[in-house]
């Protein structure tokens, strides 16, 4: 029985899993969401998110025993996000849940945030076979090739602004809610994605790293150009969409095939978008490769994917030492 915390962002979320003999068992998955909190300013406000966290915390945690019927007791193993995310909103998760690990006398693990989302995909079999990963999430976009459990190399990612980064900005320069994202991919669906020719970046040099700054550039001066860009709102969020997806179903098939899977899997926040799904699969079920999706639940922040990639670890290596910090950029993989 293990109980994990995720707390990068601002989502304060708890959860508890088992391993049962068809595969793990999620018994409860809490996300306590700031979302509303931050709309106000547009954005995360990390001194917001921190105090949230702490009120937050010790109430959710009780909530996920309660809903799973269990009592601090039943746990064996505690877990919380280490990294990446904002320093001052891990340190709450990270230093509740070695508490309650230091005052049990059970094991802890650190848990890299990007494990998590890249891991999600796997909930139901807690096999991690060999596949192409395409992590999408606010604050990053990662291509990575796994060969299993903990071999991960990062073969592509993002030189400037994160996939769902390009969409809060857009969504914020179109005077959209925070986050862009579903308030974009929502008003795409009544646009045309070839009403406004956006670029797509190629990078010469690196061809499996994304850049998205030109393409939110672009969908600046054509705003600007615009005599009432609110007009033309459905077209502007169709066409800046379909840009962020070719790019990265087009990189994505690309990688798949030179690095020889035949699984793909997609995960983090904007894998929420359903045309970003339905493209990558269609691409993908050309070339007679598979995705595998993130289960709803476990698609933005939540605990459940640490939950998860903590139970793969306690199955993998021994349990990490008390003393084991945060670290705010910490990496998933070496290249
Ligand atoms: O994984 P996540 O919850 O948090 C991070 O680890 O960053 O991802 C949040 C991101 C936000 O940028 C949000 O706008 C984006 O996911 N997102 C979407 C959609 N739902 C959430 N982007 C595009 N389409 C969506 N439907
Ligand atoms: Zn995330």
Redesign the pocket.
Known sequence: MLLAIES??DETAVAIIRRVEKGPELLSSLISSQIEIHREFGGVVPEVACRNHAQRIRPLVQQTLDDADLTLDDIDTFAATRGPGLASSLLVGLAYAKGLAAASGKPFYGIN?MEG?LLSPFLESGHIPPHLGLIV????TMLIDVQGHDQYQLIGRTIDDAA??A??KVGRMLSLPY????E??KLARSGSGHAFTFPRAHLKDAPFNFSFSGLKTAVLYQIQKLEDPQEHLADLCASFQASVIDSLVKKTIQAAKKFDHKIITLS???A??RTLQESLIQAAESEGFQVRLTPPALT??NAGMIALAALLASENRPPDDLNIGINPNLPLAIT
Request: with cysteine; glycine share 28%; proline share 8%.
């Open positions: 990068s962002c945030h989302h999430s606010g604050g990053h769902g980064e969409f809060d986050p862009g994202g579903p974009i991919e983090g926040g904007v929420c978008n933005t922040d």
